[in-house]
């Protein structure tokens, strides 16, 4: 058999709100439902790092944070010694590299867009490198509405009085004759040309969705599809950072978002919005497994759909991500691979950075060396039923979270925690750190992140060795029991 091609879909800002996850009840996704049937859906995936930059970086490297360096905007090319990424690998294990849209971090202009009522926000491809690829088609500007801000939350005549923070932080109806520049659209139209096409190579084709990114501006029939007076709202509860660390409730309230959302009346709007972003967004996707379907590829096709990272809407008060709770880490990951028999849903919890090293072992890839990943294929398959270790998210250096079972467990730079039982509790509303009941399952949950690998910059090269030992150990474990099994 051939080599398998791999269709890779990311979306921005892609929360848990879709159908296979059940997250909101209202959220309409028939086309990643489809995918969902086809292959295996991770239900409790989650992001190394709750910011686009970082969770890409470390996708593409299958290196956590703390091993890349990257925690935010860090340089990351430039760095003497970078890691190899698994684009560059997979080039030199044979294939063609095609991309469109967003696939390494990039972003709009919206600040010079705002300040000079522009018809249009253009686009910074701020860490892509065409050199990495074969082809590769950037991101057009994308089309604004006027008038905006469409929510009439900040004045925009004032532009330089509003915060940087605010200049996406908007939501509305794009015009009708102006869809066909939405550049997801043109990026959807340039991957479903190349998956029509004929290869040679096997290929690796990287669809990179902004939506549902903010500003949530998509066509009226998406809106359309979520009545304002009954769209639902997350749940919340107005006391429910009084028990959080005073690191985690800065974040929380820096922007102050839901003050100003709810002052405004609109919160509903801004659900509204985003659930009809997530149905543009999966509409592209159906567009694209249609091109494929049709193609001379669907058989001998790996599909892969993931969010860089998660979003609030409210949740613990906060909106946007850059924090370590559920809805800022929780992303949608979902793998098809024909020929290769799997189970529909694996709830293990899982990391994005087991991604790439899982795409290898689909594709009979060697992987690449020194990663923090692991290969989810057994997972897939149902041969094993856990990770070996549990999936870390950080945000900032020295700031981790990890899931473990029904546990959530946080660790801040300050030594302070936080700890929430999923099973009794998945909104994450009681912090259970100090509680005594829980004070054995606590020091075990501090004991996992200690040895979870590059945990912290403060340990000494003792505790680095034993961890070390311990990861090796792991992996060889999780080797074994694959191998056993094929």
């Given amino acids: 058999m051939k080599q398998p091609n791999i269709l890779f879909i990311v ?52 290196c956590l944070p703390s091993t890349t360096g990257v925690y935010g905007n860090e340089p990351f090319w430039e760095q003497p010694l970078r890691r190899p990424t698994f684009l560059e690998h997979l080039r030199r294990s044979g294939y063609y590299c095609f991309g469109a849209g967003k696939v390494f971090h990039g972003t709009f202009d919206y600040a010079s867009a705002g300040r000079e009522r522009s018809r249009s926000a253009h686009w910074r491809d701020t860490e892509n490198r065409l050199e990495l690829w074969d082809d590769f088609r950037s991101n057009d500007p994308e089309p604004m509405p006027p008038a905006r801000p469409l929510n009439g939350m900040f004045d925009f005549d004032r532009f330089n009085e509003v915060s940087p923070w605010n200049h996406l932080f908007d939501w509305g109806i794009l015009p009708a004759d102006r869809e066909a520049e939405m550049p997801d659209q043109k990026t959807a139209n ?12 096997p290929f690796f084709c990287a669809m990179g969705l902004y939506k549902p990114h903010l500003p949530w501006y998509v066509p009226k029939r998406f809106f359309d599809l979520y009545p304002l007076e009954s769209t639902v709202l997350p749940m919340v509860k107005d006391d429910d950072l009084d028990d959080v660390p005073d690191l985690a409730r800065k974040w929380a309230l820096n922007p ?15 659900v509204q919005g985003y659930l009809a972003s997530i149905s543009y967004c999966d509409s592209l996707i159906g567009q694209v497994l249609d091109a494929l379907e049709a193609s001379p590829h669907a058989d001998n096709t790996i599909i892969v759909l993931w969010g860089d990272n998660g979003f609030h809407l409210g949740e613990k008060l906060h909106w946007r991500k850059f924090v370590l709770w559920e809805e800022a880490c929780r992303v949608p990951f979902l793998a098809a691979a024909p020929g290769i028999k799997t189970i529909s849903r694996a709830d293990a919890p899982v990391s994005l950075v ?35 270790t549990a999936p870390e998210m950080i945000w900032g250096k020295d700031n981790h979270s990890i899931r473990a079972n029904q546990w959530r467990y946080t660790r801040y730079v300050d030594g302070s925690e936080e700890l929430y039982d999923h099973t009794s509790d998945p909104y994450e509303w009681t912090n259970l750190a100090g509680d005594p009941r829980f004070s054995t399952v606590l020091s075990s949950l501090r004991t996992r992140l200690q040895k979870s690998q590059n945990y912290g910059s403060k340990q000494t090269q003792q505790e680095g060795s034993s961890r070390l030992v311990t990861d090796w150990l792991a992996r060889v474990m999780w080797n074994l029991r694959k191998s056993s099994s094929n």
């Fill in 11 to 62: 979306a921005d800002d892609l929360n848990s709100w879709i159908e296979p996850l059940g997250r909101h009840p209202q959220v309409k996704t028939p086309n990643i439902k489809r995918l969902a049937a086809m292959g295996t859906t991770f239900t409790r995936a989650y992001c190394t790092a709750p910011y686009c930059n970082a969770s890409r970086m470390s996708v593409f490297t299958g």
């Fill in 190 to 201: 340039a991957v479903s040309d190349f998956l029509r096409a004929p290869h040679d190579k």
């Fill in 256 to 270: 102050p978002d839901h003050e100003t959302v709810l002052k405004h009346g609109q919160w509903r709007h801004a």
């Fill in 354 to 388: 087991d991604l790439f090293p899982t795409l290898c072992d689909l594709a009979s890839v060697p992987p690449l060396d020194d990663v923090d990943g692991l290969s989810l294929l057994p997972l897939m398959r149902g041969e094993i039923s856990e990770r070996p």
